[in-house]
Nanobody, 126 residues
Framework: QVQLVESGGGLVQAGGSLRLSCAAS????????MGWFRQAPEKEREFVAAIGWSGGSTYYADSVKGRFTISRDNAKNTVYLQMNSLKPEDTAVYYCAAHRYRDSAPGPNPYEYRYWGQGTQVTVSS
């Protein structure tokens, strides 16, 4: 079973930056699309960004397009989320997830993702 561990969350002022990391426990990680999702208090989990298994394709929510960048390093079994120009509305617990199927295209549907990390808190102050 793939285990995912997020890190890099914290408290930052509006306009600042953070870089989240998600480390996978298995080398087969490189065959799967990966996604980042977030959940704010009293809100449903929402899609943030996703990346294909090779890193050649990416997909972003409109709310983060132009500010966030997803990338991956398959040699390190790690996916990243660089977050710039952060806003208070970006405050949430951020989760990474691994797609259900090998060689899959990245997408925004959380039900397409089988393995989830425990989450990392991102708080943006105004």
């Amino acid at each position: 079973q793939v285990q995912l561990v997020e890190s890099g969350g914290g408290l930052v002022q509006a306009g600042g930056s953070l870089r989240l990391s998600c480390a996978a426990s298995e080398r087969t990680f490189s065959s799967y699309a990966m996604g980042w999702f977030r959940q704010a208090p009293e809100k449903e989990r929402e899609f943030v960004a996703a990346i294909g298994w090779s890193g050649g394709s990416t997909y972003y929510a409109d709310s983060v397009k132009g500010r966030f960048t997803i990338s991956r390093d398959n040699a390190k079994n790690t996916v990243y989320l660089q977050m710039n120009s952060l806003k208070p509305e970006d405050t949430a617990v951020y989760y990474c997830a691994a797609h259900r199927y090998r060689d899959s295209a990245p997408g925004p549907n959380p039900y397409e993702y089988r393995y989830w990390g425990q989450g990392t808190q991102v708080t943006v102050s105004s």
